[in-house]
């Protein structure tokens, strides 16, 4: 069983839908969790990073995590087409400068 | 000019010989990895190294090897290639003291090994 579970989708909804992208994990020590987004023939970038439980919200992005379900998500509202591209969740322990990531989601954003 | 520079871009090459694939940054980080991506399974760490004189072994560093040539430059080797090699590589840095889940990628290396 991998650490990190994530639907690989892919994941198409029109323009202006609300996007709901999850990931679980089985390590109970991961404590920094991660959202990159990745273009299409780019590398990641960090988009969202939380510390321990809870929500944060970055314009229309919210990150969300339940430690007690081990379950984190990424919502985005208003979804446009420029936010077409891979989501990859990535955690790490307290203390350890190594991620660990989900195997992304490929997400489409239709006009 | 990119912060995390990476070549070549792509490479197309045969069973059994050598690759290496160079990664120089300006970013001034003392911490550089080595992941690959892979259709389906995401990106997995291959080797990373927290400053010039420390290496250490990623979850899949069978068939690579590294090399820490300065703060500035951390390059990947395939002494014998397999198809099975064949994926994109990444190289990342990170910052320290204050760790905050933030990777620096380059924009990857497409490896084909026939």
């Known amino acids: 069983q991998k650490e990190v579970e994530q639907d690989p989708g892919p994941l198409s909804v029109p323009e202006g839908a609300i996007v709901s992208l999850n990931c679980t994990y089985s390590n109970s020590a991961f404590q920094y969790f991660m959202w990159y987004r990745q273009y299409s023939r780019k590398g990641p970038e960090l988009l969202m990073y939380?510390?321990?439980?809870g929500n944060k919200e970055d314009g229309r992005f919210t990150a969300q995590v339940d430690k007690s379900s081990k379950y984190i998500s990424l919502f985005i509202r208003d979804s446009q087409p420029s936010d077409s591209a891979t989501y990859l969740c990535a955690m790490s322990p307290q203390g350890a400068q190594k991620l660990v990531f989900g195997q992304g989601t490929r997400l489409t954003i239709n006009p | 000019d990119a912060d995390v520079t990476q070549t070549p871009r792509n490479r197309i090459t045969k069973t059994g010989k050598r690759i290496m694939l160079e990664c120089s940054q300006t970013k001034g980080h003392d911490r550089m990895y080595w992941y690959r991506q892979d259709p389906g399974l995401g990106l997995r760490l291959i080797y990373y190294?927290?400053?010039?004189?420390?290496?250490n072994k990623g979850e899949i560093s069978d068939g690579y090897s590294v090399s820490r040539q300065a703060q500035a430059k951390f390059s990947l080797s395939l002494e014998s290639a397999i198809p099975n090699q064949t994926a994109l590589y990444f190289c990342?840095?990170?910052?320290?003291?204050?760790?905050?889940?933030?990777?620096?990628f380059g924009e990857g290396s497409r490896l084909t090994v026939l």
């Open positions: 990342a840095t990170s910052d320290l003291p204050r760790f905050t889940g933030e990777l620096f």
């Open positions: 939380t510390y321990s439980s």
């Open positions: 190294s927290f400053d010039v004189k420390d290496i």
